[in-house]
């Protein structure tokens, strides 16, 4: 079954560190993946996704195809950061339309 | 810059009662998402138009849930009767097509249900 897993529902850290927002997914084809994120009070946006292998706000991410994971990294958090975070899988599915599969999220909190 | 508009932001209802939601896509964007996000989970698509046809309703609870996109622009979600267990927040997206095409979300309507 096609699935997407954030495994952690919070993720604190101090201004500065290093961040991971761990992402696996399960699926049969070649998959895009996708950050999505949701600052406070604001809608859901694209923050990156992995065929464009950029870096947005200092974020990147990376597909690994042998682990099936495509985890979230910035090497500084800044407390801007903090939100919430959301991996994403784009496949065909049935009738051979794409659909996003969403993560249940994690909530990145970077303290002062 | 132009934005997915949905309405109302929040409703709150009574099981049984029949509540409707409303989107207007950004001008020109052929493709529309209904998702609905359950507390502390991601938002799960539950139908998808392309134009005025909807090409996956998979997950659309048929019973009670309707969506139309009468002209192909804006598009109504309806539950009707609502239960307690569809309270959760709709967010409808949309995009210029259906393949790689970066979705744009609304603000969402958050539905509770008494």
């Known amino acids: 079954a096609q699935r997407v897993t954030q495994p952690e529902k919070l993720l604190s850290v101090f201004k500065g560190a290093p961040v991971e927002l761990k992402c696996n997914y399960s699926?049969?084809?070649?998959?895009?993946l996708f950050w999505y994120v949701q600052y406070s009070r604001q809608r859901l946006q694209l923050l990156l996704r992995?065929?464009s292998r950029e870096s947005i706000k200092g974020f990147t991410a990376d597909l690994n195809k042998g682990e099936t994971s495509f985890h979230l990294k910035k090497p500084f958090a800044q407390e801007e950061d903090s939100a919430m975070y959301y991996c994403?899988?784009?496949?065909?599915?049935?009738?051979?339309?794409?659909?996003?599969?969403f993560g249940a999220g994690t909530r990145l909190a970077v303290h002062p | 810059e132009a934005e997915v508009a949905q309405s109302p932001r929040y409703k709150i209802t009574e099981k049984s009662q029949a509540v409707a939601f409303w989107c207007d896509p950004i001008?020109?964007?052929?493709?529309l998402y209904w998702y609905r996000q359950i507390l502390g989970q991601g938002p799960e698509l539950l139908v998808q138009?392309?134009?005025?046809?909807?090409?996956?309703d998979s997950q659309l609870p048929k019973d009670r849930f309707s969506a139309e996109r009468l002209k192909g622009v804006d598009s109504t979600l309806k539950i009707q009767p609502a239960e307690l267990g569809d309270s959760a927040m709709y967010l409808c997206?949309?995009?210029?097509?259906?393949?790689?095409?970066?979705?744009?979300f609304g603000p969402g309507t958050r539905l509770t249900v008494l």
């Open positions: 138009f392309q134009d005025e046809s909807v090409v996956d």
């Open positions: 001008s020109g964007h052929a493709t």
């Open positions: 699926y049969s084809g070649s998959p895009e």
């Open positions: 992995h065929i």
């Open positions: 997206a949309s995009s210029r097509g259906q393949g790689s095409d970066t979705q744009y």
């Open positions: 994403a899988l784009r496949g065909a599915f049935s009738g051979g339309y794409n659909k996003l599969i």
